[in-house]
């Protein structure tokens, strides 16, 4: 049996810690589950800045490519407007005249073929007057003006920036140049980031770094328009601003001097001066129309045909380098062509607008999630030293790129959901292995105790065999030698008539014990309580023991106490003074005082029945065990006392059905005193 539990303890603990090491593992899985989770929502917000941006660029670089060229000036003749009728009408005024900003385009421009530069702001001053926020407003575009004939028609003239070209006119292809070198440089800056020559700020062990292509601002994919004008909408139009820039560079500052001193004289001087600006103005278009007289030639088509191509972006040097994302000065260039004309349009991007809309798009996206931020180290001041950035997105323009840290605000949060559900673990796990501990524990001790038990019924399967062996051989042998006439004296004969009643009786209380045993084991023992003297039924029972005693070598003595009328069962009262006496004749047969005493008293509660020995006692360590069923001291095998086992845990069993105790006390100067107390019932309790 030991080897079966061996072999089962064995099997549950290798199987209790397989278990253990497959939960760590999944507790580690989670972790890391956890971890790629939130690195997955930090390139979810990422990937969603990137769409938002995109879209923002998207929908301008719609716009822009749709816009009509005529907005890059001033004055523009609307194409179902030409010839006699722009005598009757106004001229129209290009959208983005009176500012620079327009979403993300500053200071829209036009290059024409000779070189020269215009914009839809040249003529505001003289038109719409002087201004304190016009004069503003053109000095920021000479400045422009300015910017752009030292940095850009350089490099698209492949000339070294600071010079100046004008062999525009001569290249047919500058867009596809230009779309060229935007290319080789988006090609360049990509191998960048994935070489990792981009700086990574504050990374951290478990930062991610991601480039995030934004093509809006670049030409692949977009389509060449191709648009019909009518011819006489295109000649007003090129008449006219070609006289304008001829009146421009003749006499444009005179007149500005002129407005500007007669502003300077009066409020009223001022107010009636600008309409008559503005009247001359239209005149001289008129004027101008009248004097060159363009119109359709015999044998030229009605219409023309504008072919715009898309914006491709080009960067150059110059500005300040401080307030520049890219390294350098953004443009977005076009060319169109008109038949034989051609000439450029474009525009500067306008990176402070694109931070805004990055931020605004950033600060949407980390508003929604929990415990996230974000930083543009470029922006402030080119880096950082958080340590809390998981995630770093590369804003990859083509051009250029702009370095976004998503940040984790609380970083030791996903380390205490670990923490936490691994102490929740480990408190489970050590619940479990206790209580397989506490069972493997109890089934060794239930084991051992079966086996005890089991052992306790061969001992008493063998006491029993020899205690009803002894009595009937004793009968059995009497018995014969009365059936052969052997014995002749009359005394003899009643010697072994005695014995064979004596033999008998002590067959019958073996026999009785073990019935007993068996019913209460069963729960069929029925108890009949009487009112009774309970000293009359101890002494009938002393008298009937006495035989067995003096034969034994012992005498009885009794100390018969009050005790009065009171319910017992006579049957379990005369089982416990039989056992307590057989048990006093057994253990005691060695004594110098072979006396034994019952006697019974009475307290408020309980009448006590004592039987008191004078044999070698019994010790403290097993005045509980002696109680119990199937007990006997020393080895069966060794044992010289006679019995089963059952005598003693009957008398405890028949004084617990009377709601009493059992005691063992020490008598002196030696013995032990077996107490027993018995609490009155009620007559059919």
């Not at 596809?176 to 070198?181: G, L």
């Not at 012992?554 to 009171?566: D, H, V």
């Not at 253990?587 to 029945?609: G, P, Q």
Request: aromatic content about 8%.
């Amino acid at each position: 049996m030991y080897k079966r539990l061996i072999i089962l303890s064995v099997i549950i603990l290798f199987a209790l810690g397989g278990l253990t090491t497959l939960g760590y593992h999944a507790v580690d899985k989670w972790a890391k589950g956890l971890k790629g989770e939130r690195r997955g929502d930090f390139a979810e917000v990422a990937e969603q800045i990137r769409e938002d941006i995109k879209r923002k660029l998207d929908e301008f670089m719609q716009t822009e490519q749709e816009r009509p060229y005529t907005d890059y000036n001033y004055y523009y003749v609307p194409g179902y407007a030409s010839g006699q009728q722009v005598r009757q009408m106004a001229l129209m005024r290009s959208p983005l005249g009176g500012g620079l900003e327009n979403e993300f385009a500053y200071g829209n421009f036009q290059i024409e073929p000779d070189g020269s530069i215009i914009t839809p702001n040249d003529d505001i001053m003289l038109i719409e007057g002087p201004s304190e926020d016009n004069k503003e407003l053109y000095a920021q575009v000479e400045f422009n003006r300015g910017n752009i004939k030292r940095n850009l028609l350089p490099v698209l003239n492949g000339l070294p920036p600071g010079s100046f070209g004008i062999a525009i006119n001569d290249r047919v292809d500058a867009s596809k140049e230009i779309a060229s070198r935007a290319s080789e440089k988006t090609q360049l800056a990509k191998e960048d980031v994935q070489k990792g020559k981009i700086a990574k700020v504050g990374k951290s062990e478990s930062q991610e770094t991601r480039a995030l292509s934004i093509g809006s601002l670049q030409a692949q994919g977009q389509k060449t328009q191709v648009i019909e004008q009518p011819r006489q909408a295109f000649i007003d139009n090129t008449v006219l601003n070609r006289e304008l820039q001829q009146r421009r560079g003749d006499g444009y500052r005179t007149r500005q001097q002129s407005v500007q001193m007669q502003m300077a004289e009066s409020q009223e001087t001022e107010q009636a001066q600008l309409p008559s600006e503005l009247n001359a103005a239209m005149d001289r278009f008129v004027n101008i129309n009248s004097d060159f007289q363009i119109s359709v030639q015999p044998g030229q088509s009605e219409t023309v045909q504008v072919k715009i191509e898309p914006f491709v972006p080009v960067v150059v040097g110059g500005g300040d380098p401080n307030d520049s994302i890219f390294e350098g000065q953004v443009f977005l260039i076009r060319n169109v062509q008109i038949e034989d004309r051609q000439f450029l349009q474009g525009f500067q991007l306008n990176e402070k607008k694109l931070i805004e809309e990055i931020n605004e798009s950033a600060i949407q996206a980390v508003s929604a999630r929990e415990r996230m931020s974000f930083e543009l180290p470029q922006i402030e001041g080119g880096g950082t030293g958080n340590n809390n950035v998981a995630y770093t997105a590369i804003l990859d323009f083509g051009f250029g790129e702009l370095m976004l840290n998503l940040i984790e605000t609380d970083p030791a949060w996903i380390t205490k959901q670990i923490s936490q559900l691994r102490h929740v673990y480990f408190g489970i796990t050590s619940i479990v292995l206790l209580a397989v501990t506490l069972a493997l524990g109890s089934l060794w001790l239930s084991a051992r105790a079966q086996l005890k038990l089991a052992q306790k019924k061969d001992d008493f399967i063998s006491a029993v065999s020899h205690e009803l062996r002894t009595p009937l051989t004793s009968i059995r042998m009497y018995s014969e030698m009365l059936e052969k006439n052997w014995v002749k004296s009359e005394d003899k004969l009643a010697e072994y008539y005695g014995n064979m009643r004596q033999e008998s009786e002590r067959l019958s209380r073996l026999i009785e014990n073990v019935l007993d045993f068996s019913r209460i084991q069963k729960g069929r023992k029925k108890y009949t309580f009487s009112l009774g003297d309970m000293n009359k039924c101890v002494a009938d029972v002393v008298e009937m023991m006495r035989p067995y005693a003096a034969q034994n070598g012992f005498s009885i003595k009794t100390e018969l106490g009050q005790l009065g009328q009171r319910a017992f069962d006579r049957d379990a009262v005369t089982q416990i003074v039989v056992n307590l006496v057989d048990n006093a004749i057994k253990y005691a047969r060695n004594a110098k005082d072979k006396t034994i005493t019952v006697r019974t008293r009475s307290d408020r509660r309980f009448m006590l029945l004592e039987v008191e020995d004078h044999g070698p006692g019994v010790p403290h360590r097993l005045r509980h065990k002696v109680f119990e069923q199937f007990y006997r001291s020393g080895s069966e095998a060794t044992r010289e006392t006679t019995g089963t086992g059952l005598g003693l845990a009957l008398v405890k069993k028949f004084a617990q059905a009377h709601n009493g105790f059992v005691e063992i006390i020490t008598a002196k100067p030696t013995g032990a005193i077996f107490r027993v107390a018995l609490a009155g019932k009620n007559n059919g309790a």
